[in-house]
């Protein structure tokens, strides 16, 4: 039996690049605000890190609506990248994040290589961001539109124009609407990558058959929640059988047994987003959670688990004998 004591002695501590957190839980960008809105109830302290809204070289109004239908596990969202642009943003956002009790991740997004590495070298600047995170499931305008997370290429030229910018921690985050993660992930790790963030939203659309339309004024639209979570956790399992960096594993994450999930996959840490939407707390409830896993089973680190249900993890043997 482990005393209250003994269960604040477990290592929940996670390293993604240059960063050290304190707790393995990140707050999923689009889901957490800046970190403030949740503050009377949450202690921020508790959390390991905020990743920020998507911020894009210009403003953007974001979608018609609607933008969000519920769906039995789940929601579908159509947001469309609503944010001021990043020169507003440095001007009256970032200042704020100073002083805050939990790590501020920014969050990129863009429609060419050109606005990736324009917003990532201003942002990279600025002390009061901790790290930043790639969201690259955005069209390329000079390629057709295609998606830059949906080709290998694609991902290795923002990620390195990124790199080259900015010395900050750089998470790049995969999109599951792929036929090979794998190989998108070790592009972005070979560019550069410290850490990647797996997975975004799934595509999927509502039709209203009342009215013959689609429910969303977008018509299309991402899935995130529980519905998610098998494909985030296979995304995982095979994004850490080929690459070393450390891996942010996410997509309908509510409970510690689905945090779980992610860290035997081969997640250092997790990132819940829909679930703070209906449970501010869930993140807080997670990380105690751990803590009685981890001491019921004479285990005093988390990284002690990372990757232990994925045979052929490329870092399983940095973990043997770390029990106890
Ligand atoms: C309303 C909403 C807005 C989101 N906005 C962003 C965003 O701006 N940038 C981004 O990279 N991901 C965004 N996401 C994706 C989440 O960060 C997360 O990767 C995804 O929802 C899967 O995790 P979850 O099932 O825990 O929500 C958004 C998700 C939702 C539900």
Redesign the pocket.
């Known amino acids: 039996m482990v005393s209250a004591s003994g269960l604040h002695d477990i290592d929940l501590t996670t390293k993604i690049g240059s960063l050290t957190l304190a707790y393995p839980t990140l707050m ?4 957490y605000g800046s970190g403030e809105e949740f503050a009377p109830f949450v202690d921020l302290a508790k959390i390991g890190a905020v ?1 920020l ?2 911020v894009t070289r210009h403003p953007r109004l974001g979608n018609p609506t609607p933008r ?1 239908v519920h769906t039995p596990a ?2 579908l ?1 159509a ?1 469309g ?1 609503q944010n001021p642009g990043i020169e507003w943003y440095l001007e009256h956002d970032v200042a704020k994040f100073a002083g805050r009790p939990c790590t501020i991740v920014g ?1 990129v ?1 863009g429609f060419s290589v050109d606005d990736y590495a324009y917003v990532c070298e201003l942002l990279g600047q600025r002390s009061e961001i901790a790290a930043i ?1 790639l ?1 690259i ?1 955005c069209p390329n305008v000079a390629s057709e539109g295609e998606t830059f997370a949906c080709d290998p290429r694609l991902t290795g030229k923002v990620v390195r124009a990124a790199r080259e910018v900015t010395d900050k921690t750089l998470i790049v ?1 995969l999109s599951p609407n792929v036929t090979d993660i794998a190989s998108i992930a070790r592009e972005a790790q070979s560019a550069g990558a410290d850490a990647l ?1 797996v ?3 799934v595509r999927g659309m509502a039709i209203d058959v009342e009215t013959w339309r689609p429910r969303l004024g977008n018509v299309t639209g ?1 899935l ?3 519905a ?2 098998p494909i ?1 956790v296979l995304a995982v399992y095979e994004v850490a059988r080929a690459v070393t960096i450390p891996i942010i594993g ?4 509510e409970t510690t047994s689905d945090a779980l999930e992610f860290f035997l996959a081969g997640a250092s840490a997790v ?5 703070n ?1 209906t449970d501010p707390r869930v993140p807080v409830r997670i990380v105690e959670e751990l803590r009685a896993y981890l001491a019921q089973r004479n285990l005093r680190s988390l990284s002690s688990i990372v990757g232990r249900a994925n045979v052929g993890f490329a870092n399983a043997q940095q973990y043997e004998g770390d029990e106890g």
């Open positions: 999923g960008s689009g889901c990743v809204k998507s969000l789940g929601m969202n947001i990248l969050s997004a995170e969201n499931s985050k963030a997975i975004n939203t991402g995130s929640g529980p998610i979570r985030a996410q997509g309908g994450i990132s819940i987003g829909t679930a939407f």
